[in-house]
């Protein structure tokens, strides 16, 4: 086994394709094709069903480990880099959507000017994605909502932001200044998905004031819900910074009593050691939400 076969492996994975695998690694099929097969000898277990280039069950298996091996090295060669006064080396973070809006644009420019040898590969995904995404490997470190039940991974809350109720025009509550969960409750709305953190918070807040909101419909994605609202299809609940700043008169964002703020927070894996790169990008996100929180409405910045 050596690290060649574990890239051609992940390439595979990644790209579900053996031809997509070798140009993405600069080589030629053939050779990601003898790798992954020598692997396979090696292991006496096939990792790549042919029929549809997916992992098998021992693949997944494999590809975990493989991610892990992989990380370290980047992060050894990254930690090398830093004792020649240069930090280098590539990081994948993840990043909710709704935060990745203001935040990435201000992050990859502060990387460039400060550290230009780093390479930020950004995923935008849903919290519960994303912590399937750290788990296994494919991203570093991740901005999500919190809380999450995961012991593998540490958490570290960044910032609270208020929930509002977004409404388009012509819907009853347009002219609303402000609502409470009772008076929400006499309409449908376009949530979160039940089980999501954002929507589980929100659902007991409602429970303890012996009422219970009514979906429209339901969705893990705040930015499509959002879009739903903006596009004329029903009044949703959304994180303060996912409601648009612009299109005044063709929406409005509204206070709701009695109900929490969502928390967001940074979270990585607690198995490994970060890299050096790993360790930049972690210190730059939390400098730039501390920078740029005076100017995103309804935010507050957690003390640390």
Do not use: C
Not at 155 to 162: G, K, Q, R
């Amino acid at each position: 086994m050596d690290r060649k076969q574990l890239k051609a492996l992940i390439a595979v994975a990644e790209h579900s394709s053996f031809s997509s695998a070798a140009r993405a690694l600069g080589t030629v099929q053939s050779n990601v094709s003898a790798h992954v097969a020598r692997l396979e000898r090696d292991m006496g277990v096939t990792l790549i069903d042919r029929a549809t280039n997916k992992p098998t069950d021992e693949g997944q298996v494999v590809l975990q480990r493989a991610r892990r091996i992989e990380a370290e090295f980047d992060a050894l060669d990254s930690d090398i880099s830093e004792l020649r006064d240069v930090i280098s080396g590539s990081v994948h973070l993840g990043v909710i959507g709704t935060t990745a809006l203001w935040l990435v644009p201000p992050l990859l420019r502060a990387l460039k000017a400060e550290h230009p040898e780093v390479s930020v590969v950004v995923l935008d995904a849903t919290t519960t994605s994303m912590v399937v995404n750290l788990l296994t490997g494919t991203v570093d470190m991740a901005v999500i909502n919190l809380p999450i039940d995961e012991p593998e991974l540490s958490v570290e809350a960044l910032f609270d932001e208020d929930r509002v109720l977004i409404v388009p025009e012509g819907h009853e509550l347009f002219d609303r200044s402000s609502v409470t969960l009772a008076e929400l409750a006499d309409h449908e709305l376009l949530l979160e998905a039940k089980g999501t953190s954002f929507r589980d918070e929100l659902d007991r807040a409602a429970e303890e004031r012996g009422t219970r909101l009514r979906t429209q419909a339901e969705f893990d994605g705040m930015r499509l819900l959002a879009s739903l609202v903006y596009s004329g299809y029903g009044a949703g609940i959304v994180p303060a910074t996912a409601a648009a700043t612009d299109g005044e008169g063709r929406w409005r964002s509204i206070p709701i009593h009695e109900v929490p703020g969502r928390t967001v927070g940074l979270a990585m894996r607690r198995r490994g050691i970060p890299s050096a790169a790993q360790r930049v990008v972690s210190t730059t996100v939390k400098r730039v939400i501390t920078e740029n929180a005076n100017g995103v409405a309804g935010m507050h910045l957690r003390s640390r």
